[in-house]
């Protein structure tokens, strides 16, 4: 009996070796095919080599030790680091199909839940994905077109910005209040003042929430959703924000839905609702209301706080470089003058102007791992095998910081993109809204409002700092998913 036991046991014993043996034999066999990269360790990955407060340079170091194509452990999940324009543009535009599938960011996602437009994938985002950019490019909405929106919501932000009479302000508040301004206007057709409390509060919810995506304790939650998610933390409250935010949109909706224009649409909501009646009898639609307030929190959320990082990173680094300040005050009371509004023709007219906006951007970097994506099947890239939804991580800093192509990248200069004539140079390396078929999709957008913002700002301001600009500290504050400048004041003299 006790023999019998005996083998038995050891032949258990025997077959749980195997077992141990087989899986860690099949996950280095699956590594063997990925690229290459540092040890993993169990359950923490690569956790050792990466610097929880800056990332994506931790990516790029591990980037310069393996090859442009490396694999990170993040936890027990592998991702692709693309390091580089030619892998990035490999993957996103030469093998974009196979690489278009969102990665997971588990913070989002469980509130998300993959609906929307930003998190979504295959027919779904699609569909959502062509659906938005229609409705943001045709913006037939009413009778004013988007420039004469965001022309208008200008006006208002330097009216605003009078207000401060030349003295000393942060103006993180207030760049906010104009880019989602524009946002409300695309999806309800209706802007706040901006002392509004509800718009106050919201504001508050987008900075808030902004701000926490970068820290630590959201890493870590990102690597063990499944632990941390019952303990208390930041996390929960970054949760709530997100359902706040969605609870808003909620209301406008219904607002829309009691008295519904679906033939005569004005806004975002009322193309979405309208769709939603064209396509009531299809069981299968993409176009119900889990959709549109996911699509409408993505485009209030990513609208607002990218275009107001950047304006506000924008007007610290014209402060610390006043005599680039002072060529775009000249080019503008030269070609636009004091008294005409800007408009997006005088964009060609500009072309120093436009090398300052475009080297803001590139200096910056604001993110520097873009937002993860993932293979949609098992692809062969170079000579690897990615397995079907692997998280791919290009790293947009490694491309806008690429010294071949913007000597001195760590410097901010806007020669780099200026030919020796002085015209604005295009370059394939700017790429700060991502490139390939997951691109922003408000890039458009973007670029009208941080061109019209900034030319009327500095047609009627200078920027003066409160101390040197030799003494002004330009270096992004924790570097997780963004780039945020660090915090200042500034005073605006009026011109």
């Known amino acids: 009996e006790m023999e019998l036991l005996g ?16 899986s860690v034999w099949k996950k280095n066999h699956k590594r063997r095919r990925l690229p290459p990269g540092p040890t993993p360790l169990p359950i923490i990955g690569n956790l050792m080599q990466l610097n929880l407060k800056d990332i994506p340079a931790s990516l790029s170091k591990l980037a310069k030790q393996y090859g442009p194509v490396c694999t990170v452990y ?18 996103l535009i030469d093998q974009g199909d196979e690489f278009l599938g969102r990665g997971i960011i588990p913070i989002i996602d469980d509130t998300q839940g993959g609906y929307g437009l930003i998190f979504s994938n295959g027919e779904r985002w699609k569909q959502i994905r062509r659906f938005s950019l229609m409705t943001l490019r045709n913006f037939g909405m009413g009778k004013r077109s988007l420039e004469e929106r965001v022309q208008e919501e200008a006006q208002f932000l330097v009216e605003e910005l009078r207000k401060t009479e030349a003295q000393p302000f942060d103006p993180t508040f207030i760049l906010s209040c104009a880019p989602c301004n524009v946002i409300c206007s695309i999806l309800f057709n209706d802007r706040f003042h901006y002392d509004n409390e509800t718009f106050l509060s919201l504001m508050n919810l987008l900075n808030a929430n902004f701000r926490h995506l970068n820290s630590p304790w959201i ?41 519904p224009n679906l033939n005569n649409p004005q806004d975002y909501i009322d193309c979405f609702l309208s769709k939603m009646e064209q396509e009531k009898q299809n069981p299968d639609s993409e176009f119900h209301l889990k959709n549109l307030i996911n699509s409408g929190t993505n485009l209030f959320v990513a609208g607002t706080e990218t275009t107001t990082s950047t304006l506000r990173y924008g007007l610290l680094l014209l402060m610390k470089h006043p005599e680039v300040q002072a060529k775009v005050h000249e080019e503008i009371d030269r ?45 062969k890239f170079r000579e690897y095998i990615i397995p079907k939804g692997t998280t791919v991580l290009p790293l947009l800093s490694s491309v806008l910081h690429d010294c071949k192509e913007f000597p001195n990248p760590e410097k901010f200069d806007p020669g780099h993109f200026l030919d020796k004539d002085g015209s604005f140079r295009k370059t394939e390396y700017f790429v700060p809204f991502s490139i390939g078929k ?37 270096k992004p504050i924790s570097v997780g998913l963004f780039n945020l400048p660090p915090p200042f004041k500034l005073c605006l003299i009026p011109r």
């Open 219 to 259: 890493q870590i939650y990102n690597l063990w959703p499944q632990i941390i998610k019952h303990l208390p933390g930041e996390h929960r409250a970054f949760s709530k924000r997100l359902k706040d935010c969605r609870s808003f949109i909620l209301e406008k909706v219904k607002e829309h839905q009691k008295s």
């Open 74 to 91: 993040f936890g027990s999940q592998p991702a692709v680091v693309l390091h580089g324009y030619e892998a990035v543009k490999e993957a």
């Open 438 to 474: 997951r691109a922003c999709a408000g890039e458009s957008l973007a670029r009208m409002e941080l061109f019209l913002f900034f030319t009327t700002i500095l047609q009627h301001f200078v920027l003066k700092p409160l101390k040197e600009p030799k003494d002004l500290e330009t």
């Open 335 to 379: 070609v636009i003058g004091r008294s005409q509004r800007p408009c997006m023709q005088d964009k060609m007219k500009l072309p120093y102007t436009e090398a300052v906006l475009h080297e803001i951007q590139r200096y910056i970097a604001l993110l520097p791992s873009n937002l993860p994506h993932a293979t949609v099947r098992d692809t």
């Open 7 to 22: 083998i038995t046991t050891l032949a258990l014993m025997v077959c749980v070796t195997c077992l141990v043996f087989l």
